[in-house]
């Protein structure tokens, strides 16, 4: 249950936001990038998220979070393609010399403020 | 009906984990400074990440610390202060804690150890594949350990922990012959994950593969941590 960790580190991100003036007036939604390559599950990040949120600035904020799936480049016949499952290995000549160019996110994109 | 109140949208691309980042950053760097390798152990509970400290810290032929995260008991940490190294015990507390274990708390635990007395630092993760594999913890290796009591397609369940595998350990070899294991689907399986990571096979009862092992440890520790 990582995910409770992951919860609070967003709030606490954007409340150091918040302190450093980046962020100003009542946070009203949180977009969040997961890459699928993360452990992450986005069902229980969403659960948890108003739990982490409560008695912050966050409180009954909503969050969004936009899955990033698994993207590769072979660095041998240049192709490009999405990895569905964790094989990583090219699906056009096999082989095993891949770039992953997403697939690996966990950021916050954007908070969206009442004005 | 009342339009809803104007927003305003903030673009931030922020690293969720940056605050744990930026303290393993530290603790890295801290290692480094005083020459000690540090190696995160990672497996899931019962893979033999215990025993495998057990067998290599009196053939490492350099001095070690632990330390040791586990729930509930201290059994392990008594295990391992057996081997006569210093031991610091974390206890993971309650809240999403109990998991893995988290930059935070290594940095913590890291001024219980007497780094300029050691040469490499294990840290025995929480026994799980899954959550301690997103925490940087400072460390300049992280061990995967996984066992032939376990299944063969392991890798592609947890692909994580094993992506972000420095070594993969297979212990318990010398069940084999008692086991419908198939190891060759085994590396097929952390081939698909991970194609250069390097493995062992061994097994810390019966002594063998353990060479293989010790020398990776002390490659390791060669090219490693230069201040």
Same mark, same amino acid.
């Given at each position: 249950?990582?995910?409770m ?5 967003v ?10 003036g980046?962020?100003?007036g ?10 699928r390559?993360r ?34 480049r ?5 192709g490009e393609?999405v ?20 697939g ?12 | 009906?009342? *339009?809803p109140?104007?927003s ?15 303290? +393993?950053?530290?603790?890295?760097e ?8 540090? $190696? ?17 810290l ?21 295990r391992?202060?057996a081997?006569? $190294? ?29 780094l ?6 294990? $840290? ?6 899954v ?9 300049h ?7 032939? +009591? ?20 297979? +212990?318990?070899i010398?069940?084999? *012959? ?12 952390? &081939?698909?994950? &991970? ?25 390791q520790?060669? &090219?490693r941590?230069t201040?």
């Amino acid at each position: 249950m990582h995910e409770m960790t992951v919860a609070r580190s967003v709030v606490d991100a954007i409340e150091a936001a918040i302190a450093a003036g980046r962020v100003a007036g009542r946070v009203r939604r949180v977009v969040l990038r997961v890459g699928r390559l993360r452990a992450v599950a986005p069902k229980s990040l969403r659960f948890l998220f108003p739990l982490a949120a409560e008695g912050t600035p966050l409180a009954g904020s909503a969050l969004d979070i936009v899955e990033v799936a698994v993207r590769g480049r072979c660095e041998r016949c240049a192709g490009e393609f999405v990895l569905e499952a964790p094989r990583f290995l090219c699906p056009g000549c096999g082989a095993a010399e891949i770039a992953v160019t997403a697939g690996d996110e966990l950021t916050i994109e954007s908070v969206e403020v009442d004005r | 009906m009342t *339009p809803p109140p104007p927003s305003e949208r903030i673009r931030l691309v922020t690293s969720v984990l940056e605050a744990n980042d930026r303290i +393993a950053a530290r603790t890295r760097e801290a290692c480094t400074a005083a020459g000690v390798l540090l $190696v995160d152990v990672l497996g899931g509970p019962g893979a033999g990440k215990t025993a495998l400290l057990e067998a290599t810290l009196p053939r490492l032929g350099a001095r070690a610390a632990v330390i040791a995260g586990d729930l509930e008991t201290s059994r392990d940490a008594e295990r391992l202060a057996a081997c006569g $190294v210093p031991v610091v015990q974390i206890t993971t507390n309650s809240f999403g804690g109990a998991c893995h274990l988290d930059a935070g708390m290594v940095a913590q635990a890291l001024d219980q150890v007497p780094l300029t007395a050691i040469d490499v630092l294990f $840290v025995e993760n929480v026994g799980n594949l899954v959550c301690p594999a997103e925490f940087d913890i400072g460390q300049h290796a992280r061990v995967v350990v996984l066992s032939v +009591a376990e299944g063969e397609d392991k890798p592609l369940k947890y692909p994580l922990a094993f992506r972000r595998a420095d070594a993969a350990v297979v +212990a318990k070899i010398d069940l084999l *012959p008692h086991l419908e294991f198939d190891l060759a689907r085994l590396r097929e399986s952390l &081939h698909a994950v &991970h194609p250069s990571l390097p493995c062992f096979e061994l097994s810390v009862r019966s002594g063998a593969g353990l060479e293989a092992w010790l020398l990776w440890i002390a490659a390791q520790r060669r &090219h490693r941590p230069t201040p």
